[in-house]
């Protein structure tokens, strides 16, 4: 097992450069509502407040392969030698420096919002929920991420609670607009986890990895999968009953062939047919990506 090699890969596999460009997507999605609504934007405050949320996104996913890396699996055997075990040692290392780098950049950062006052009821409580929930995710004894629920914390952070708190830090507060744009994303995204768990299904049934795929079963995460794409878009028409104005949501429809085909796709797998796992995880990451993109976008040009 060569050690940089390693590293690498075990980035890769995480898909983090996507999980930081998504980050960045949603918190300006909390931006452009407060823009929308004629709020002015303090951009030293936008950008420490971006700071923050990816420095707790990092600090999650690199304490949590720091944890993983005691484990086992199919790929990744316990070490034989003492130089796969020196190995080991350095990556772990390697991964704990890290995430305590990131959380202490995320504390620094959480502290000069507050010096400048910046900090309101709104903020503090999103700031609390998002940190607890990523301790509950990635660290035992709770950790929370083979429970069935970590994808859901996931999408729940991500789509949820960044876009909540970037709103908060420039408005003071927090508006329905937060959850009426962030529930159908909520339903996309996690359609998306869904499809990155099939690809690696069989691994992680031999490595006893209880993700929500493994809970639910193919049959029944195949059927969750095509509900959740519905859903989003039903909760899309739905928002609209809510006040969200039309000229707003009607663009993110152009995306309804795209997951008409990301489920046509999956339902080609569970026929039977050749699985096309590379060109269905761009479908399902294109789908929730240009989705939020749009809503995103509508905000900042009205």
Not at 47 to 60: D, K, V, Y
């Amino acid at each position: 097992m060569e050690y940089k090699n390693y590293l690498i890969r075990l980035i890769t596999q995480r898909q983090l450069s996507l999980l930081v460009a998504y980050n960045i997507l949603v918190y300006s999605l909390g931006a452009g509502i407060a823009h929308y609504f004629g709020i002015p934007i303090d951009w030293s405050r936008y950008l420490t407040g971006q700071g923050f949320c990816l420095s707790i996104m990092l600090f999650t996913f690199f304490i949590n392969d720091y944890f993983d890396s005691f484990l086992p699996t199919s790929d990744r055997p316990a070490p034989q030698t003492r130089v796969e075990q020196d190995t080991l040692r350095r990556i772990q290392y390697t991964l704990l420096v890290t995430a305590l780098v990131f959380i202490t950049v995320a504390t620094i950062l959480i502290m000069l919002v507050s010096q400048v006052g910046s900090m309101n009821p709104a903020a503090i409580i999103l700031v609390g929920v998002g940190f607890l929930a990523s301790m509950a995710y990635a660290i035992p004894p709770i950790r929370l991420i083979y429970s069935g629920a970590g994808e859901i914390i996931m999408a729940f952070l991500l789509t949820l609670v960044i876009p909540a708190f970037s709103y908060s830090l420039l408005a003071g507060e927090l508006h329905r607009y937060n959850a009426l744009t962030s529930l159908p994303l909520t339903a996309f995204f996690t359609a998306m986890l869904l499809i990155q768990q099939f690809s690696t299904y069989e691994a992680d049934c031999k490595d006893c990895r209880g993700t929500l795929l493994i809970r639910l079963g193919w049959q029944n995460g195949w059927q969750l999968h095509n509900i959740l794409i519905i859903l989003g878009f039903m909760l899309l028409v739905l928002t609209n009953l809510q006040g969200l104005p039309w000229h707003l949501l009607l663009p993110t429809f152009i995306t309804v062939p795209i997951a008409i085909w990301q489920i046509v796709l999956l339902a080609q797998l569970a026929a039977g047919k050749k699985p096309k796992w590379k060109l269905l995880q761009f479908i399902s990451q294109a789908n929730v990506g240009l989705i939020t993109y749009i809503l995103t976008f509508m905000f900042w040009i009205k």
